[in-house]
């Protein structure tokens, strides 16, 4: 079984420019997650789907931040405009259930200048 | 609201050393537990979680109790590896509302041959 898939591994760009992340969650997986992990902290929740919708996007900073799954397969995280602050790796997470365990991918390191 | 504290690291240990990573967290009711382990240049993964007070996890000869009257789960192990260089993470999921991990800040562990 393929594991959750991440795109781009690595990205740098200059503070107020814009990003956007992909992540690709396990054949079946009704739950996506993306998680915040900046350095020398753990991940922290952004937002979570199920299917389609959002479950959970109390954390999520709307005034920059946007993430969408649509037809609740893949998902896609933006930033717009970056910020020096948002330099962090990007976790994507999927899960079977609300419930279940949750799979990660590699992450998606960006650097903010 | 919900936290979870872990020892600050790095830990440092010869091969064969006994482990002990503290962890406690700060929630109401009876939340999961969980310990995810980050091996270098890859994604996190579950190495164990318990479910209800007084459960013990385990996997790869490492073993966790959630003790309910401390509001701990430490991580053990009778004998670490070089292999078990990583980064560990404790974690909670809540019983109600929110279903997300909430995540310590993780312990670094190097094994010295």
């Known amino acids: 079984e393929a594991g959750v898939a991440q795109s781009p591994r690595y990205k740098i760009i200059e503070k107020r420019q814009s990003v956007a992340f992909w992540c690709n969650p396990i054949?079946?997986?009704?739950?996506l997650y993306w998680y915040q992990q900046i350095l020398g902290q753990g991940p922290k929740l952004l937002i979570q789907f199920q299917n389609n919708g959002v479950v959970d996007d109390s954390q999520l900073p709307k005034d920059r931040f946007s993430a969408e799954r649509l037809k609740g397969v893949d998902s896609t995280l933006k930033i717009q405009p970056a910020k020096l602050e948002d330099s962090a790796v990007y976790l994507c997470?999927?899960?079977?259930?609300?419930?279940?365990?949750?799979?990660f991918g590699p992450g998606t390191r960006l650097t903010v200048l | 609201g919900d936290s979870v504290t872990q020892m600050e690291g790095p830990v440092t240990l010869s091969e064969e050393a006994f482990l002990t990573i503290n962890c406690t967290y700060t929630a109401t009711g009876y939340p999961s537990l969980f310990w995810y382990v980050q091996y270098p240049g890859e994604g996190l993964q579950l190495l164990l979680k318990a479910t209800k007070a007084d459960d013990k996890g385990s996997n790869k000869g490492f073993e966790a109790t959630y003790r309910k009257e401390t509001t701990s789960f430490h991580l053990e192990k009778g004998s670490v590896q070089v292999s078990d260089s990583a980064v560990y993470f404790c974690a909670l999921i809540p019983d109600t509302g929110r279903r997300a991990l909430t995540f310590g800040s993780g312990t670094r562990l190097q094994v010295q041959p």
């Open positions: 054949s079946g997986h009704a739950t």
């Open positions: 997470a999927s899960s079977r259930l609300l419930e279940g365990e949750q799979f």
